[in-house]
Each structure stands twice: as C-alpha cells, then as structure tokens.
C-alpha cells in the first residue's frame, strides 16, 4: 500500500508543481487495488503521512524517485479528454469504449427505454464507440413474440441506425453451458436440490446448505442431471459466495434454473436456463461492453455480475448507475398494455394514447428529441419524478427545435363553415411554404370572397369588429352580412376594433378531404388545401394556427381520406 501510494504521490506532484492532491492520489490507489476500498480511512491516513514528504522535495528530486520505484508513469502519454454533451466516463478511452442496451422482449421500447438507450447511445458516440443492442430473453415465461423485431426497430430508429451488433441471448444458451461448467469444474459453482422456502431460511441465517458441500465428482453428475433428470423446481445452479456476505442477496444466489415453459425461439429444444446475471455477465465479457450504464435497481446485480466475472477470471466493465425516473401519470407496464390491446381498448402499440415508441414514432415524434432529453437528465444517481406535462414540455421543445425548420405550413379548416364577403376582391393569394425559407416555394389559392372557415371560428366572430383572413382581406361582420373592409394587414394591425385572425380555404368542392387523429385518439375532420396532395407519407407539416401533425396515410380516389396524426403545438 505505501508503495502504491508514494508512487501516485509523486506522480501527483510532478504534475502539479510539487503540490500533492491527496483525493486524486486516493482514486488512483483505489484504482489499482480495490481491496483497499474496505478500509479507506487508513488508506487515506497514510497518504496524509507521506504528503508532506513528496512535497519537501524539489521537483528534479521528485523526478529522480518516481523513475526509481515507477519509471512507468514518466513515459505515460497524457490522457486524451474527451468533450460531449454529458460527463466523462472513468477510465473511458476514445475509439473503445463499448455500452450496450438490454431490454427483455416483453413488447416494444416506452419513454423510461428511451432515456436509458439514448444515454447509452449518446455516450458511445461521445466516445466514437460501439452501442449494442442485446435483447434478454431467458425467461420464456414473459415474452411477447412481436417484441423481437419492435425492439431493434425502435433502437435503430433511436440512434439513426448506429447499432455495431444485434444480440438474442436465446442463440447463445450454448455459451452460459460452457461457462457454467466451467464454474462447476473450479468448485465455485454447486447444483442445489433443497426446497427454495427451506434454503431461503438458511440464506437468511447466513447457514450453508448441504448441498454446497456436495463433492466435485457428485456435483458434476447433478450439473449433467441439470439437463434430462430433474424436473422443473427440483434443482438450481448456485454460485459458490461468502455465505456470511452483509447483504443477503449476495449469499449463494442462482445462476441456472430449468423451466419447461415453451420458448419462441426454441420451442421444447432446451430446458435449462440462465438467471439474468449470469447471462448478463457472459455476454458483457464475451461482447466486449467496457461500461454498463443503468438504473441503480441494477446495483446488486452489477455486484453479482462482477463476482461471477472474478470468478472466471476475467475482467469487469466498469458500471455506472443513475437514480430511478419517475414517470408520472403514465402506464409504462407492456404486459398491462398489450392486455389493453388485445381487451381492443388500444388499437395497437401506435396507438396515439400510448407512451410507447411505436405510437410516438407514428405521431412524428424525431429520435434526436428524445436523445436531447437525456443528455438533459444526464446520468445521475439522484432519483427524480416527471409529471406528465413536464415531461411533453420537455421533449415537445426538443422534438420542435428539430422538425420545425422541415415543416411546410398548409390550412386545414376543421369542422368547415361556408361564408361569402360581400364586396372582397377576386385575387390569386400567395403564401411561403414556410415563412423562414421563402426559396423553397409558395403556396398559391384563388380567392372570390367564398370561403371556409372551422365552425369554431364562426361561433366566436364578435360583430362590429374587424377580422382578417389570413393574406387575403379584412371583413366585418355586419348582422347577418360579412362586409368587405380592406386588403392591407396594416389596417387591421392598427384597428381598434380588431377581431380574429382566420385560416381559410376558397369555397371549392374539389378540396381534399382530411382527418386528423389526436393524441386521446378521437377524429376531426374537415377540409385541407389542395397544395397537401403534394406532401409524401411521413411528411410532418404545421397546420396553421393548429399543430404540428404527421401525414399518415394520404386519400385515394375511392374516396378515403387523407389521414394525419397530431404532434404536438
């Protein structure tokens, strides 16, 4: 330990003009010999002792003593710091560092995914690393067949197609055999056939089973028996742990288990199955994954996934936790939702009212809004609660900051009301496509003072009072007649009797038919321009004076309407 620390010491204060920074000197310790995290007070004490030893040294002295006792750290290339949107990773290096999301496949990906797979994402490309999508589906009880290819469309859709591997654990049960066995072999592992209430109580009591005392040859016979002998619940594979661990769950926990339920991929072909942290710790060594970014409820399984990796001899990845995201309001359960859908209370998983990734994508919703909302959260072990209009004022800004400069402006009159202006003009109305980017086209309407207006504007056009249509003229409303005022802007502008500014469309019988689905998945209808039969499927446009909405389905000639769904204002 002295050595360690004197080493770091000098290093310390080469680089900081003799000065020593017992916290940085600390982390470095920590670093090399984890064992010392079980008693940092005198880890800490020792390096106060030495502090002032370093620091009455010259800086050539310094130099002199650390290529004595660690010529390594003088040829150290300095560490390379990366800058991005969020906090750096330890002992994170550019070009290698490898994360992973891991959802099981219980249906697609919902909002609380959404962050966890764009910290991950935005991470690895800070890093200019890998992002991995495992999908864990070692529990045949709790899948949803669809949910395997839901899943990797959602993820490639949230990180613009940047997935380095696409990883089904169902494939790889060949894989945790192996390394299960390897355990077994090494003693570290024991096939346990007790009642799990019986063995619960001895866990509890920090008491070793018998079975864990089992000779190597005996066990090994079980491990095969594992396989084609026991029946489901008779037996499991437990890890060989300090039965007197503080934390219980540590003691002896599982690792392997038969369970007879048939699987979608592999039907009645295998029966014995891998617990998650088990499986969890194969795939990140084997995969590579350098750090594993995930909810603190994770924290005792990062520490089982860590032992059972010290145990094969390999390395950890480095973990990182953040605090558990209340989402408020919302039903975030896929089991609960896909009865709902089957119940035909939902109409799928696009459905408008749901908080899922299908819906949100089908609404119009861009991955870099909910990408923004991440790095915003960040990674943090603080827990947090997010009402539901937080939440969409968040993302609704993010998601506006991204489609509003690509939205076309077009009119669409809910609910249409037919009025004629006596007096107004005969003229053809010019109107940019979008008022920021006038190269990019008009859209043009011949106006004969025959109009639509929605029925809600109608109900509320107060008499007396100056109103305009939208780049066309200003009118009265004069008892039971509309009255032609003027054309210029201005005047209404200046008015003091002003009124309302209306969308409109010209009185034309050949308009399209349109219908728009909002997010509570009720219907509105009404009548768009004729410049909307240029829009393509999945345009998202602003409906003026409305909403942002996306182009669902457009009309055909048999007389089905053009469909879109709502956004967000």
């Known amino acids: 330990m002295k050595t360690i620390i004197l080493k770091y010491a000098l290093n310390n204060a080469l680089g900081f003009n003799g000065k020593v920074n017992k916290n940085v000197v600390l982390g470095l310790v920590l670093r090399e010999d984890?064992?010392?995290?079980?008693?940092?007070?005198?880890?800490?004490?020792?390096?106060?002792?030495?502090?002032?030893?370093?620091?009455r040294l010259s800086l050539n002295q310094i130099k002199e003593k650390l290529k004595e006792i660690a010529p390594e750290l003088l040829h150290q290339k300095k560490e390379e710091v990366?800058?991005?949107?969020?906090?750096?990773?330890?002992?994170?290096?550019?070009?290698?560092?490898?994360?992973r999301m891991a959802p099981s496949p219980s249906g697609p990906l919902h909002i609380g995914h959404a962050y966890g797979a764009s910290l991950n994402y935005e991470y690895a490309k800070m890093y200019g690393g890998k992002f991995i999508l495992r999908i864990e589906d070692t529990n045949p009880e709790n899948i949803y067949p669809g949910a395997y290819q839901l899943i990797e469309k959602d993820i490639r859709w949230l990180t613009d197609n940047k997935v380095a591997e696409v990883i089904v654990q169902s494939s790889r049960l060949g894989i945790y055999y192996d390394s299960a066995e390897q355990l077994v072999h090494k003693g570290k592992a024991y096939v346990c056939t007790c009642d799990a209430d019986e063995w619960r109580e001895l866990k509890n009591n920090a008491t070793a089973c018998t079975c864990r005392e089992i000779n190597l040859k005996d066990n090994k016979l079980r491990y095969a028996k594992m396989f084609s002998g026991y029946a489901e619940g008779e037996a499991v594979l437990r890890l060989k742990t300090d039965i007197h661990d503080k934390n219980p769950a540590m003691r002896d926990f599982a690792i392997m288990r038969i369970n007879e339920h048939i699987h979608p991929k592999t039907g009645k072909e295998q029966r014995v199955w891998p617990l998650m942290v088990f499986s969890v710790a194969v795939d990140d060594h084997d995969l590579g994954v350098t750090h594993v970014l995930n909810g603190k409820d994770h924290a005792d399984n990062a520490k089982k996934e860590a032992?059972?990796?010290?145990?094969?001899?390999?390395?950890?990845p480095e973990y990182k936790h953040w605090g558990r995201i209340n989402f408020e309001g919302f039903t975030l359960s896929t089991t609960?939702?896909?009865?709902?859908?089957?119940?035909?209370?939902?109409?799928?998983?696009?459905?408008?009212?749901?908080p899922f990734l299908p819906a949100l994508r089908r609404r119009g919703y861009q991955p870099e809004a909910f990408r923004k909302f991440a790095v915003e959260i960040g990674l943090s072990l603080t827990d947090k609660s997010v009402t539901k209009e937080e939440f969409w004022k968040m993302v609704n800004a993010f998601n506006r900051e991204v489609v509003?400069?690509?939205?076309?402006?077009?009119?669409?009159?809910?609910?249409?009301?037919e009025i004629s202006i006596k007096g107004a003009p005969k003229k053809e109305?010019?109107?940019?496509?979008?008022?920021?980017?006038?190269?990019?086209?008009?859209?043009?309407?011949?106006?004969?003072?025959?109009?639509?207006?929605?029925?809600?504007?109608?109900?509320?056009?107060?008499?007396?009072?100056i109103h305009r249509l939208?780049?066309?003229?200003?009118?009265?409303?004069?008892?039971?007649?509309?009255?032609?005022?003027?054309?210029?802007?201005?005047?209404?502008?200046?008015?003091?009797n002003k009124g309302l500014i209306i969308h409109w469309l010209p009185?034309?019988?050949?308009?399209?038919?349109?219908?728009?689905?909002?997010?509570?998945?009720?219907?509105?209808?009404?009548?768009?321009?004729?410049?909307?039969?240029?829009?393509?499927?999945?345009?998202?446009?602003?409906?003026?004076?409305?909403?942002?909405?996306?182009?669902?389905?457009?009309?055909?000639?048999?007389?089905?309407?053009?469909?879109?769904?709502?956004?967000?204002?």
């Open 470 to 496: 939208m780049d066309y003229c200003n009118f009265i409303v004069n008892g039971k007649v509309w009255e032609f005022v003027s054309e210029d802007y201005e005047k209404y502008k200046n008015a003091a």
């Open 404 to 417: 509003e400069p690509n939205a076309n402006r077009y009119f669409f009159v809910k609910d249409p009301v």
């Open 307 to 316: 032992l059972i990796m010290e145990l094969l001899g390999w390395k950890a």
């Open 507 to 569: 009185a034309d019988k050949k308009l399209p038919k349109i219908e728009v689905v909002l997010d509570d998945g009720t219907v509105v209808s009404g009548w768009g321009e004729k410049n909307l039969e240029n829009a393509r499927e999945g345009d998202i446009v602003q409906l003026e004076r409305m909403y942002f909405a996306r182009l669902d389905k457009k009309g055909d000639k048999k007389g089905k309407d053009t469909t879109f769904y709502y956004l967000h204002s």
């Open 34 to 55: 984890p064992k010392l995290k079980e008693d940092v007070p005198k880890v800490l004490k020792e390096i106060e002792r030495i502090m002032p030893e370093v620091e």
């Open 82 to 99: 990366v800058e991005g949107p969020l906090k750096p990773l330890p002992n994170a290096k550019k070009g290698k560092v490898v994360v």
């Open 429 to 465: 109305v010019n109107i940019n496509l979008h008022p920021d980017y006038p190269k990019r086209g008009k859209r043009t309407f011949s106006a004969n003072g025959s109009v639509y207006i929605a029925q809600d504007d109608f109900r509320i056009l107060s008499p007396g009072k």
């Open 336 to 354: 609960q939702t896909r009865m709902a859908i089957e119940r035909k209370e939902y109409t799928g998983w696009d459905d408008p009212r749901l």
